[in-house]
C-alpha cells in the first residue's frame, strides 16, 4: 500500500463488525475483540443487523448479489464512528473494496466514508489504542499465519506480530515460506480443490515443522483451512484467533 | 463445461507428477530471492515501480499516436513496418517475406508473440524450417513442447532428461548430463544454422517510438546473431510493446532484468535502429516489423482492463504465484501461464475458451505485490470472474457469460437473499448454529482433506447481546 | 491487406482511447552517482561477478596487458580493426613473429564468414563508453569494427577509456543525447555469453563468447 495510513485519536466509541465466519465459526474470538478494545475504555457498539461483507458473492464475480449484501451493511455503520473489523480480509474488502463497488452509484459517498472508517482489529489496537499487554499465559510456542489480505491489502504484517511480541511468555517460531498463502481463497478452495489441497497441506506441514504449540491466524478463512487440515491429519496443535489468544492471555479472572 | 474439465485434467496431471512440482518450486524458490536481494531497498524499488507504471500508462493512454510515430520512424530508418490484424495475418507476413527470399530456413531468437502466432507450425506447413535458438527453446523445440515460462522457458526439464533428449536427437554426440557439455554442444549445432540461415526472427521487449528503435533484452547472444547475421530481420510484436521515450527506456530495462531473474542487468541490450548502412561491414541488409493486435485493441477499450497491456514480461508474477508454483506452466493450456497469462490470454482467447484460468487464483496477491508496472492483477482477475458470470450481456470482453450456471447463479442469489436481510439472517444462523449437531460431516471437496468447521452453539450476534454490547 | 489492417487497428484504439489520467508528473528516481575511483571499482565488481576480466592499464602501455592477456589464452590469432582507433597502437606494438598472429579483415562479412564464424579465436574492439551501476560496456559498432566482431569469435577483449566511465544507462543517454541520432546498432554487453536454461545453472559461452575482457584505461 502507498498510501500514508492515517489513525485517528482514541475514539468514545466504535463499532465492531463481526463477519459471518466469526459469527457462525468462531463468535468466542469475535467477542475477544471487542472485549480488548472495550478493557482499553472504549465502548464497542455491535450492529445487529449486520451480515457479510459481501466478499464470498464479489469474488466469484457475482456482482449484483455482493452489492446488494454490501448495501445493507452501509446502513448499520451510520454514525462516524471507526469501524473495526477483526479479519484482515473483510476489512481489506470494506476499505479497498467498497469504493469500487459503489463508484458511480447513489451510495457511492456513504461507501467512501465508511471505507475510510475501516480498521482491521490488530492496527486498532497498536495504532489507535496503543494497546500494552501484560500477559498472564503459562509459556508457549506459537506460528503466526498472516492472511494475504492481512499482509498485503491491509498492509498490517507488523502489527499482528508486535502484539504477540507484546507477550512475554510467548515464543513465536518462523515456518518456512511464511509469507505465502494457505490456498483458501474462498470459493476457489471449492472450484479448484486439488491446487488448494496441495497448498493447505505445505502450509500445514511448515507449521507442524516449527514444533509449534498453537497457530494463530488473525483471519478466520484461513484458520479454517490450515486448522481443518491440521485436525484431519490429528495434528496436536492447537489453533486461534488473535484476538481469542491475546485476550485469554491477558484477561485476569478467567486465570 | 468442457474447458474446466480439461484444465482439471492438466492441473491433477501436474500435481501428480512430483518431478514438475519439485523443479518449478525449488526455481520459483530461487528466483525469488534473487529478485528479493536486487532491489535490497523496498523504497527505491517502490519509486521505480511506481515510474515505471507511469512510463507504460501514459504510453498506452497515447497507443495510437505512438504507433504511427513509431511506424513513420522505422520507415525513415528503412525498417519495413507491417500490420496483422490476427496470427493468420502475421503468419502470413512473416511467410511472404521468406518467400520472396526463397528462404526454407528461419532460425529464431525468443519470442513470445511467435508462440501466440504457432508460427512454426504455420511455416512448417509450408516447407520452411524454423530453428529456435534460444537455449531453453531449443530444447523444448526437440522435444516438442512449448514454453511454461515466458523467461525460462525449459525449466520443468530435468538435466537428465534434456540428457537424453540430446542423446536421441543426436546420436553421434557422446552423452553428457554436465551443464556446460550440453551447452557446448547446442552451441556448435546452432552456429551451423546462424551461419546458413537467411532470415532471423526475433521479438522486440521495447520499441520506441521517438527513434523507431527496437530494443531487446537477452544473455545467450542468440537474439544478436538472429538479428545480425541473416541477411534478413523479421522482429515480430505486440502492438502494446511502444514506449514513448529513448529516456523511458532505463528505468523499464532496470525493471524488467531485476524482476525478472535479480540480474542487475542481462548480458545483452541490444537495440536496433536500421538496417545495414552504406559501407557497414554486417547486418541485416532489410528489416521488417510486424505488428500484431490479435485482440489488444479490444482490451484496450476498457479503461480498468488495458491495465493489462502494461505487461513488460517479466515473469515476476509468475515466480512469485502459490499457484503456478505447483501446477507449472503448461497446466494452464495458454502460450502465456501464470498470473498474467490468467488476465491476458481469457480475453485474447474468450472466457468460453480459457475462463477457467481467472477462477484458479487464491487472490492472494503476492502476482501484484512484485509487478514492476503495478497490474492490479488480483482486481483484473476478479473483473474477469465477473464477466465470465455477468448476464446482463453489456461488456465487451469475449466470451462474456460462458461460465454462468444455473446452479451457480441460484445459490449466490439465495446467498444475497438471506444476507441482506437481517432479521432472515439471523434466524437463518440460529437455526444453523441449533441444528449444528445434525449437519453432514462431509462437504463434498473440502472435507477430503479437511475436517468440517465446527459451528458454535451460539453466533456472535447472540454472544454481542448476551454480553450487553449496544446494537445503536 | 496490411494498409487495411493497419487502418483498422488505429482507428479502434482511436475510438476506446482510455480515459484513465496519464500524469506526466516526473517521478523522481534517484541515480547513483560514484567518484570516479569507485565508478571504476563499481564496473569492475559487477563485470567480474558476471566471470568477465577487467584489468586496468595505462594509456600508453595497454597493448603490453592486451599482449600478455592474448598469450595466457593461448590465442592463434586475434581480429583487429586496423583503421578502428587501435589500429596503429596494437600494430606498432605488435611483432609480426608473436603469437597470436593479428587478423585483419576490411571487406563484408558475407565475404568471409566462414573464417569468422569456425576460425577466428578472439577480437579487439574499442568501446564507446560504459555503465558503472551495472558493469556494462557501451558499443556503437562502426564500419571498421563491426557489430559480429564483439558476439562471434569465442573472446571478446575490450579496451576502454575510464573517462567514458558514466554512472548509469539513464546518464549516457542523457549525456549523449541518443535520442538525437540512434546508430545502426547500440549495444549494451554486460559479461560473457551465458544461460541458466537448464536447471538454472550457469553456463557461459552459449552463442556469444565465451570469455570478455576489458581492458580499462586509467
Ligand atoms: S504482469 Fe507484471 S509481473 Fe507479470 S510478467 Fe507482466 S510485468 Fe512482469
Known sequence: ?255 | MQQSAEFHTRVEHALANGQIKASFRSAMDGLMAKRKAAFPDTEALEILRLHGAQIRANSLSKLPELLEQLEMNCHKNGIQVHWAESIEDANNIVLTIMQNHQADLLIKGKSMVSEEMELNQFLEQHGIECIESDLGEYILQLAGEPPSHIVAPAIHKSRQQIAHLFNEKFPDIPYSDDVDRLTRNAREILRKKFYAARVGLSGVNFAVAETGTLCLVENEGNGRMCTTVPPVHIAVTGIEKVVEKLEHIPPLLKLLCRSATGQTITTYFNMITSPRKLGEKDGPEEIHLVLLDNGRSRIYEDDELITTLRCIRCGACMNHCPVYARIGGHAYGSTIPGPIGSILEPQKAGLDKLGDLPTASTLCGACAEVCPVHIPIPKLLNRLRYERTRNDHAGATLGQSSGRTVMEAGTWKGWSWVHSQPRLYRLAMYIITRLRKLLPQRIGPWTQVRKAPHIAPKTLHELALKEGFNDK | MTNNARDAILQRLQNSQPSFDNSDKPVSVETPEWPIKERIEQFKSILESVRAEVHLAHPDHWTDTLKSLAKKKQLNNLLYAKKGPLGKMIEDSWDNTEQPVLVNNEGPISEWKESLFFHIDAAVTSSRAAIAETGSLVLWPTEHEPRSWSLVPPVHFVVLDANKLYNTFAEVVEHEQWQQDMPTNALLISGPSKSADIEQTLAYGVHGPTDLIVIVLT
Not at chain 1, 5 to 32: I, S, W
Not at chain 1, 146 to 164: D, F, K, N
Not at chain 1, 179 to 202: L, R, Y
Open chain 1, 1 to 255: 500500500m502507498t498510501e500514508e495510513k492515517r489513525y485517528p485519536e482514541k475514539p468514545e466509541k466504535v463499532y465492531y463488525f463481526g463477519t459471518c465466519l466469526m459469527d457462525l465459526l468462531y463468535p468466542e474470538a469475535g467477542l475477544a475483540g471487542m472485549q480488548l478494545i472495550q478493557r482499553e475504555g472504549v465502548e464497542v457498539v455491535f450492529p445487529q443487523d449486520q451480515t457479510c461483507c459481501g466478499q464470498p458473492a464479489w469474488n466469484s464475480g457475482y456482482r449484483v448479489e455482493a452489492i446488494r449484501v454490501a448495501r445493507r451493511q452501509l446502513d448499520c455503520f451510520n454514525e462516524d464512528y471507526p469501524i473495526v473489523v477483526p479479519s484482515g480480509s473483510c476489512a481489506g474488502m470494506m476499505r479497498h473494496q467498497y469504493p469500487e463497488m459503489f463508484k458511480g452509484n447513489t451510495d457511492e459517498l456513504r461507501a467512501n466514508t465508511l471505507a475510510g472508517r475501516i480498521f482491521e482489529l490488530t492496527e486498532f489496537l497498536v495504532h489507535v489504542l496503543k494497546i500494552t499487554l501484560e500477559d498472564l499465559g503459562s509459556p508457549v510456542k506459537v506460528a503466526l499465519h498472516t492472511s494475504c489480505a492481512a499482509r498485503r491489502e491491509m498492509g498490517v504484517a507488523t502489527e499482528h506480530e508486535a502484539l504477540l511480541k507484546q507477550l512475554s511468555n510467548v515464543e513465536i517460531l518462523e515456518q518456512s515460506r511464511k509469507e505465502e498463502c494457505c490456498g483458501f481463497g474462498g470459493t476457489f478452495a471449492v472450484k479448484h480443490p486439488a491446487i488448494s489441497a496441495e497448498m493447505v497441506s505445505e502450509k500445514a506441514n511448515a507449521i507442524t515443522a516449527t514444533g509449534a504449540d498453537t497457530l494463530i491466524s488473525g483471519d478466520c478463512g484461513c484458520l479454517m483451512n490450515i486448522a481443518g487440515h491440521l485436525e484431519y491429519q490429528e495434528k496436536q496443535i492447537d489453533s486461534h484467533h488473535i484476538a481469542s489468544f491475546i485476550w485469554e492471555r491477558t484477561h485476569a479472572t478467567e486465570r
